[in-house]
């Protein structure tokens, strides 16, 4: 079993099912402003972790108090993960702030989300 196989399997095993939300083509509004369409909905497997948080981090503003860490295997996702995405884990809606894509040699893994609560 190669290392892709293996993360598939751990982030499957210790995971959850969710979706990528992605925008659908918007509209202006009038006023200089967008209006996003509805959402596709792109189903994914996904675990939370959590960030070693150093004050540091927050301090140089890297990260917020609250952000989460996802883990989202790359088995069967149709679209690559992009800040303009939010992610819908157990019915909890977060918008996406940084993906980090694990390829180690050119083989991708699976990707990292950095997610945060709209508050």
């Known amino acids: 079993m190669g290392l892709r196989e293996t993360a598939s399997r751990l982030i499957a095993k210790h995971g959850q099912a969710a979706q990528l939300l992605r925008p659908g083509p918007g509209t202006k509004d009038g006023f200089g402003g ?65 993906v980090v894509r694990h390829a180690p040699g050119g083989v991708l893994f699976f990707y990292e989300i950095q997610g945060a609560d709209y508050v």
């Open 34 to 98: 967008y209006i996003p369409g509805p959402d596709t909905a792109y189903p994914c497997k996904a675990l939370l972790a959590e960030f070693t948080v150093n004050a540091e981090y927050i301090a140089a503003g890297l990260l917020d108090v609250g952000d989460v860490r996802v883990l989202v295997s790359a088995d069967g996702l149709a679209i690559e993960p992009e800040t303009t995405d939010r992610i819908d884990i157990g019915g909890d809606v977060l918008r996406i702030k940084r």
